[in-house]
């Protein structure tokens, strides 16, 4: 079974710092998705990347698929409290067509203001 | 209109008993999911319906019976529950199958075995 492993898997810091959690494997995977889960409430998109070495911004947001497709980064630059939530990496393994996902553990983020 | 729609949202119940979780998508989509996540937020697939075909079955105990009437809908049976069912429970679907495709999760239904 191919595990990703993310950490931290819990961060409270203050507003305005900055941050980055990381999701790390052993394996090759054909895309990595990044979503985010606030209590009560399923997992929400936030972004998915696919080629080696890519880089995604959204807003505050910086996303990197590692070169070699086995591990990503999520940075976070001056956190805001509306940034609180469970962060999750998902992974596709190389030449599935069933649209299985493998989650990380998740990284509580917790932002004070 | 939401998206994913999943009922009940709590499910307390006693041990031994059979529930069922139904979800509903609106999307259109061809592809739903089920999903377990733990006390430890762990989110892991049971099991994936793709245009009315089971294409991801999980090890998962077979007292888990997934059945999907029609596309836009896949439900949930659990017999003889136990203990170690306790977990939140997420339907999500997605276009299809391909990858790289978005999911669209349902708020989750919190069971609770007692």
């Known amino acids: 079974t191919q595990l990703l492993e993310q950490s931290p898997q819990f961060l409270s810091i203050q507003e305005g710092e900055n941050l980055t959690v990381y999701c790390n494997s052993s394996s090759v995977f054909s895309s990595l998705q990044w979503y985010r889960q606030e209590p009560g409430e399923g997992p929400v998109l936030l972004v998915t990347v696919v080629t080696g070495g890519e880089v995604k911004k959204l807003k505050r947001l910086t996303f990197q698929f590692g070169d070699a497709r086995k591990d990503s980064s999520l940075h976070i630059t001056a956190a805001q409290p509306g940034d609180t939530g469970l962060y999750l990496c998902?992974?596709?393994?190389?030449?599935?067509?069933?649209?299985?996902?493998?989650f990380g553990q998740g990284t509580t983020l917790q932002v004070k203001p | 209109d939401t998206a994913v729609s999943q009922t009940p949202k709590y499910l307390v119940t006693q041990m031994g008993n059979d529930k069922s979780i139904k979800c509903e998508q609106n999307l259109g989509h061809d592809t739903m999911y089920w999903y377990k996540q733990d006390s430890k937020k762990f989110l892991k697939i049971m099991f994936s319906y793709n245009n009315k075909e089971l294409i991801i079955n999980e090890t998962v105990p077979n007292r888990f019976s997934p059945k999907s009437p029609d596309k836009a809908h896949l439900n949930l049976h659990i017999n003889s529950l136990e203990l170690g069912d306790s977990a939140v429970y997420f339907c999500?679907?997605?276009?299809?199958?391909?990858?790289?495709?978005?999911?669209?999760f349902g708020p989750g239904t919190r069971l609770t075995v007692t």
């Open positions: 999500a679907s997605s276009q299809d199958a391909a990858g790289g495709v978005e999911q669209y």
């Open positions: 998902a992974a596709r393994e190389v030449g599935s067509n069933t649209g299985k996902l493998i």
